[in-house]
């Protein structure tokens, strides 16, 4: 049953009468802060667009004054060269077919198509727009994705022990990471990649090793 007052409604659950339902497999998750959030925390692969979420698209298409974006969900998400920051008619973003972008859906439900946006409520990017195409960019589960946007989240703290590097994490299961060097980052994404089927203690011996020590 649902408890009283306000909450928030998460992946994986929706409401029904007097409580929530569960609409997939996983580990019942709480947060009480922020509202007192629910989810489901599970393992599975294909994403369903959330509003709020921040994803990592990849430009399929331009239509008009729209881009069409692979999100991993099961349509594609649609972006307005507006929705960039400092956008107009005469100053347009120089989006090409193939870039990744790095956007925050604000229309998100069965009945609509996706639409994605690259500023804040302020019109600020706030870290959102075109990713560089030099990095490397692959899949994870949803659940490992949820593990590394926690805060202080212990993998991505030992990472950046080993090598300095930029990262970004979409919460569709999608990782954009660049190091100095093509070797660092392929230690880095391997590293990501295994992560999710090793114990803390595992994963310190392989960063060990790789370190040196």
């Not at 009283?4 to 947060?31: E, F, I, N, Y």
């Not at 692969?45 to 509003?51: A, S």
């Not at 307005?80 to 229309?107: C, H, I, M, W």
Request: proline share 4%; hydrophobic share 40%; net charge positive.
């Amino acid at each position: 049953a649902a408890p009283q007052g306000r909450l928030l409604c998460g992946p994986g659950l929706r409401r029904g009468g007097a409580g929530l339902l569960v609409t997939k497999c996983g580990l019942l998750r709480h947060r009480p802060a922020g509202g007192g959030a629910y989810w489901v925390d599970s393992q599975q692969k294909r994403y369903v667009p959330v509003k709020g979420d921040h994803v990592i698209g990849i430009v399929t298409a331009k239509a008009g004054d729209v881009f069409r974006l692979d999100v991993g969900g099961s349509e594609p998400a649609s972006l307005s060269y507006l929705a960039f920051e400092g956008a107009t008619k005469r100053n347009r973003p120089n989006v090409q077919v193939g870039d990744l972008v790095y956007g925050q859906f604000v229309v998100a439900n069965k009945d609509m198509e996706p639409e994605m946006v690259c500023i804040d409520s302020s019109g600020k990017s706030s870290g959102m727009g075109i990713i560089g195409q030099d990095g490397f960019l692959f899949k994870v589960s949803l659940g490992l994705i949820r593990k590394l946007l926690a805060p202080k989240c212990e993998i991505i703290q030992e990472l950046s022990q080993l090598y300095p590097f930029e990262l970004v994490l979409g919460m569709n299961g999608r990782i954009w990471v660049k190091a100095k060097t093509v070797q660092q980052t392929l230690i880095i994404v391997n590293i990501l990649e295994a992560c999710e089927y090793m114990t803390a203690e595992q994963r310190k011996q392989a960063l060990a090793k790789l370190s040196g020590n």
